[in-house]
């Protein structure tokens, strides 16, 4: 089993005896199916339906004061604690930026030997193993509690964008995003049985109507790896924007159905003048034929 500290990741902590309903009423999964250990995965909306933040919240145990643990980008932290705080008005919730007391660690191929406080699946992909709420000085000791050894982060990203699990800030841009766009409907980000959240017109629209004509695909790459943002091109024709990479793998935000036609037309895709081809391209091209946005 191998396990990583993700250093660009953040925690913010919403308490209260209100943080439960306030919460549910703010975000994209159903907070009220949250309990200790267990996670869900989730974002924060623009009222135009466009993710301003997507995080892992799980709940805290008593002993670890209750409320809901959010794990995020690091950098977006403050911003999010700032916006909730905006959203609070007479609830009874107390939010704060603990980034620099607790951190994550990531833990995949295996089981772990243990699971310490503050230990929850991911629930986008079980293929991403556990995370585990810690402060930065204890990595090691964790990381042998739960019999792993310990890697860089940048093995975790490679086998994040094997899975294909899109990363914001470099696989989609904050606040330029729809959810199904980035495929949190598809990793389980979306409750679409819950109540009202702030976006969610525009989200129940584009799942009823199936109007979502871009989404995050997996490529392989032919050689080098393109830059992160390159342009990718069906002949001469933008069909999209390279996203993170790895070991000969990555992601990539594309129109589906200018895809689905440049290969139906045998046309070769590149990146900043480097092949690269599709993982899955059944899946694109199914995309492409069902929707129209």
């Not at 089993?1 to 953040?10: Q, V």
């Not at 819950?194 to 629209?205: A, D, I, L, P, T």
């Not at 069906?234 to 990539?252: L, Y």
């Not at 594309?254 to 899955?280: C, N, P």
Request: net charge negative.
């Amino acid at each position: 089993m191998k396990a990583a500290f993700l250093t660009d990741r953040g925690v913010v902590k919403v308490a209260g005896e209100d943080a439960r309903s306030f919460l549910n009423g703010l975000v994209t999964t159903d907070v009220g199916k949250l309990e200790p250990g267990l996670a869900r995965f989730g974002a924060l909306l623009t009222p135009q339906g466009k993710i301003v933040v997507d995080f892992l919240i799980t709940e805290a145990p008593l002993g670890h004061g209750g409320g809901f643990l959010i794990d995020c980008p690091r950098a977006l932290a403050q911003g999010l604690a700032d916006k909730l705080k905006f959203y609070k008005l007479r609830a009874q919730v107390t939010v704060d930026n603990l980034s620099d007391d607790l951190g994550v660690l990531a833990a995949w191929d295996g089981t772990p030997a243990a699971r310490p406080d503050l230990t929850f699946a991911d629930p986008r992909d079980e293929r991403l193993g556990v995370r585990i709420l810690i402060p930065a000085d204890l990595k090691d000791k964790l990381t042998a509690l739960i019999g792993a050894e310990l890697v860089d982060a940048a093995d975790y990203e490679a086998h994040r964008i094997a899975l294909g699990v899109p990363r914001g800030g470099l696989d989609f841009s904050y606040g330029d995003a729809f959810p199904h766009e980035t495929n949190m409907d598809r990793l389980n980000g979306v409750d679409f049985d819950k109540g009202c959240y702030v976006g969610q017109e525009v989200v129940s629209r584009m799942q009823h109507r199936g109007t979502a004509r871009t989404r995050i695909v997996k490529v392989l790459l032919d050689d080098f790896s393109p830059e992160i943002g390159a342009t990718i091109l069906a002949g001469d024709k933008p069909v999209g924007t390279i996203g993170s990479t790895a070991a000969g793998r990555g992601i990539a935000l594309v129109r589906t159905d200018r895809v689905a036609d440049a290969l139906d037309a045998g046309q070769k895709l590149t990146a900043g003048g480097l092949g690269l081809s599709l993982a899955e391209p059944d899946v694109v091209r199914g995309a492409g034929r069902r929707t129209i946005a």
